[in-house]
């Protein structure tokens, strides 16, 4: 064979072998996005940011465990104690940024303090009503209440790509909040999921801190805050604004009505078998 002839064999040979591999990896990426389409459809992927060790590892071990997957950021690296809106718009922002560095597999990214304690089966219920390939992003937080927290971010997979493509063209300088800065830049408004159909919210933020023995001091039949704790929604999605104490208390009251509805369950159960 001439060496012109084996030379254009050669040729032929590479450009043969080089359209397979391009429709291998096509088909396997096919493959693959089939093949974990419905398991990331509702996945949550959590930034939590640590106030202090403690306080963070209640939350790891409560409802922190029910999301899919978790990243936390230490809490030397943040002065916590002044969460003004300038400071939530700057820190928000950064965590945003700085989550390019992490595994891009979930539909949806959280971002949140450790001073929250959510619901995430019905938090997951709600994100799993719309479609995480759309620029789609919330913004929690009590709207009934004018005590200063922090408020929690959701975006889709989508909108956080949206946001590392537009930010610096469109986020406000001037914006006076967290909801006006990230609406300017993402140039839509965000859904709303933290109220419920009688307008009222779903975010709880605990006005009054647990302290040993305090109502020891009360008069007889005295109900702290009853009207704020009515103006909330039956189907909460979180609480939040919470201490140390708050968290270790409601962590507690949650497994108990839990395991009080499972075992109710069982019972319902065995006496119909019955």
Aim: charged share 25%.
């Amino acid at each position: 064979m001439e060496p012109k002839s084996i030379f254009l064999l050669g040729l032929l040979m590479f450009r043969v072998g080089r359209l397979m591999r391009n429709e291998k990896l096509a088909w396997s990426a096919e493959y693959e996005s089939k093949k974990f389409k419905s398991y990331h459809n509702t996945s949550l992927f959590l930034t939590l940011q640590s106030t202090g060790p403690e306080l963070t590892r209640l939350c790891q071990k409560s409802w922190c465990e029910k999301v899919d997957d978790l990243f936390v950021i230490p809490h030397y690296y943040v002065n916590w104690q002044k969460p003004t809106e300038p400071w939530l718009i700057h820190h928000f922002s950064k965590m945003i940024l700085h989550s390019r560095r992490l595994p891009h597999h979930a539909e949806w990214y959280m971002f949140a303090f450790d001073n929250n304690y959510f619901f995430v089966e019905r938090l997951v219920k709600e994100l799993s009503k719309f479609d995480s390939h759309l620029p789609i992003y919330t913004i929690l937080r009590d709207s009934s209440t004018r005590i200063p927290h922090k408020p929690v971010l959701i975006l889709s997979r989508f909108a956080m790509n949206t946001f590392y493509d537009l930010q610096e063209e469109n986020c406000s300088d001037d914006a006076e909040s967290v909801e006006e800065w990230l609406t300017s830049c993402m140039s839509i408004p965000p859904i709303t999921i933290s109220i419920d159909k009688k307008k009222k919210s779903r975010i709880f933020a605990i006005n009054r801190h647990f302290q040993v023995d305090e109502m020891k001091s009360m008069p007889i039949g005295y109900h702290d805050d009853k009207e704020y704790i009515h103006g909330h929604s039956k189907s909460l999605l979180s609480f939040t604004n919470l201490t140390i104490n708050d968290m270790k208390l409601l962590s507690v009251f949650v497994d108990k009505v839990h395991g009080g509805s499972r075992n109710r369950i069982k019972l319902e159960k065995a006496k119909i078998n019955l």
